[in-house]
């Protein structure tokens, strides 16, 4: 369950968001990320570049928040699935 309004209007709070661990991410997708083995994922856009990544917020209100490779390994930031549906309450 989406929790905050980081990806409207993509996503609405309180949505449900399913993800596939299966599927292969590219930069644009919408992913769930997990930074630093942390119990609380991100539903975020990624953004893929030559020398890291950013998860960026379909609300511009938010900032984007970027990360070099280096970062990525030893954070850890673990992309755990594509979302591929979005669910929610009319």
């Keep these: 369950v989406i929790d905050g309004d980081s990806m409207t209007p ?3 709070n309180g949505s449900v968001v ?3 661990r299966n ?3 590219e930069s644009g997708d919408v992913v769930i990320a997990v930074i630093n083995s942390d119990n609380e994922a991100l539903c975020k856009r990624l953004k893929k570049y ?3 990544i950013a998860l960026v917020s379909d609300n511009p209100d938010y900032p984007p928040w970027y990360f070099s490779a280096d ?3 030893t954070l850890p930031i673990r992309i ?3 979302c591929t ?3 929610k309450k009319l």
Excluded: C, F, N
């Design 85 to 87: 549906e979005v669910r």
């Design 50 to 52: 030559d020398d890291g």
């Design 10 to 12: 993509t996503i609405p």
């Design 80 to 82: 755990v699935g594509k």
């Design 71 to 73: 970062e990525v390994q």
């Design 18 to 20: 399913v993800a596939d």
């Design 23 to 25: 599927l292969s991410v």
